[in-house]
């Protein structure tokens, strides 16, 4: 079963826009991470927060983590239309590598 | 440069047939994956490896078989047991239990005719 549960599934915005994903997890976690897949392609990370950690930055992204709530966001600011692809977060539940992923977030951004 | 490689991308099976994907990586990485993706849906894991010559079944391993002869290597059979083998698949590889970021091949995708 799914471990990580993305929100939306799809989401269509305009260049310069941000765009926020939400993901939500059942179990307890070590870590999540965020990935990126473009079409027909592989999937890349993009950032890991730890469970001790509320928020991080990497460049344009901002991912959020609140262990309370099981859940955590991803945030993509001034968004381009090169960012459009699925993304994709996952949960580690004790640092073995043994990722859940989710189901995933379409995101289109219109030129 | 270092990565995964998967082969081939494409891959087109008859029913009742077993069909092999390969996946090379020369990151030096200890442990490698298998992950399925279907249309639309997120990856689930088929299986994993944490060593040579050791593997451990994941979450819908039924109907495939891999082998880790080689720390390089970790290829992956989609066998006539499978009951729907069209899918994406993944091959992934970590340094076991360090970053915890997976590294992913491009992909194979494998259609049953």
């Known amino acids: 079963s799914q471990q990580g549960e993305e929100d939306p599934q799809a989401l269509s915005i305009q260049e310069g826009e941000n765009a926020t994903m939400n993901c939500s997890y059942k179990?307890?976690?070590?870590?999540l991470q965020w990935y990126r897949q473009n079409s027909g392609r592989g999937l890349v990370h993009l950032i890991l927060?730890?469970?001790?950690?509320r928020e991080k930055h990497s460049g344009r992204l901002r991912v959020t983590l609140d262990t309370s709530k099981k859940s955590s966001s991803l945030l993509i600011t001034a968004s381009r239309a090169a960012d459009t692809a699925s993304y994709f977060c996952?949960?580690?539940?004790?640092?073995?590598?043994?990722?859940?992923f989710g189901g995933g977030t379409r995101l289109m951004v219109k030129p | 440069d270092g990565g995964i490689t998967q082969s081939p991308k494409y891959l087109f099976r008859k029913e009742g047939q077993n069909v092999t994907l390969s996946c090379e990586q020369n990151?030096?990485?200890?442990?490698m994956y298998w992950y399925r993706q279907d249309p639309g849906q997120g990856l689930r894991l088929i299986y994993y490896s944490q060593i040579v010559n050791d593997f451990q079944k994941g979450d819908i391993a039924e109907g495939y078989s891999v082998s880790r002869e080689k720390k390089e290597s970790f290829p992956l059979t989609v066998t006539s047991a499978q009951k729907n083998p069209t899918a994406f698949y993944l091959c992934?590889?970590?340094?076991?239990?360090?970053?915890?970021?997976?590294?992913f091949g491009e992909g194979s995708r494998l259609t049953v005719l």
């Open positions: 992934a590889s970590s340094i076991e239990r360090a970053t915890g970021e997976l590294f």
């Open positions: 990151l030096n990485h200890d442990a």
């Open positions: 996952a949960t580690d539940p004790s640092w073995s590598n043994m990722l859940t």
């Open positions: 927060i730890r469970s001790n950690e």
């Open positions: 179990t307890s976690i070590n870590n």
